[in-house]
């Protein structure tokens, strides 16, 4: 295999959330890889050869092979290169809870903007209210820790970061208001501390971009 | 600690299907647990106080501590206890496979036959298509082997075989087809296979008794 054991490359789309956080996994661990933009709007067959199923990104290629969806990505990441780790060490317990809390930002936070998005009048409302309410469950579970997982940034963090550029985005086009960094205090430092973190800082697209891409796929 | 370390409980549901696929878990891992029945009409302050964010079953508990989240719990009996593995061993790519199908089933699936009881008319039509062309894939990914992950029953197995369950629940509910086990022949095959494993035959509720249960909780 020689050289070719050490091919890593991302198929990816710049405003996609899912794809940020890979990105960031590869840059906090420090993983070399080369980054493949793909559009969306006009797939390309390699696409659709490594995903036929989804024809979505991120796909990783390592070696070849494809790995598909963002959360799958991340944790093949980590099962490979062990260094700089971003999950809980030999602790089946606290990965478990890293786990959890990942499939909490994704079926509260990630589908809950997305509903927000689709929705209109009182059922909006109510959508933006859940979402406000899994910000306060968010608050409870950081309560003045520097990152979810303690000290260190880990794949909460990440994850977490990613959808919070979609919330600003969805604020600003649904003119609603969920994160408030005021009432969510704890959340408010923590993202500043996120965000000025070597490997994230700079490494993501402007908010008025995204909400121009935005507002250009849903009209 | 002592004779705590030992202690695993399941706090279940007969009905549903993420508490069955734990069941099965672990009893093709052959691991002793005590089980608990929880009545969701009239939730235990216990289940209120173990699972505070989703209020659901299954919850494991093991020496004290809560796993919530079938797949969640899945990983952690599977990393705690490691013989008879039902995860690909060593193999961080198998391992990612089995995930994006897990992740698979529960997006098309699971989600799926939720829609189609959600529906109707032309929606529902769409949806029961949508299910139907999941099973296509799947028969295209089985395609002739016996378990998914080759010769020995894997966790992509278990939780199929705790969603066919639900699957036919819906198709009476419903009215509709969607399992059709002459045209997706290797998954009929497959589900006879399954059914027929110790651990998992005679380990779950009748259809009859699901469908005066969904009902009884729909109407």
Redesign the interface.
Known sequence: MGSEEEKLELLGMWASPFVQRVKWVLKLKGIEYTYTEEDLTNKSQRLLNLNP?HKMVPVLI?NG?P???S???I??IE??WKHNPLFPVDD??Q??MA??WG??LEEKLTEGIRRVLMSEGEKKEKEVKQVIESFD?LEGELNGKKYFGGDKVGIVDIVLGSILVCVDVVEEIASVKMFDSQKHSSLGCWRKTFAELPGVEGDSPSKDDLVAYALHRIT
Do not use: G, M, N, S
């Open positions: 199923i390592h092979k790995i598909l969806e959360w799958v990505i944790e093949y099962e490979t089946p317990y990965i478990a786990r959890f499939q909490f469950v």
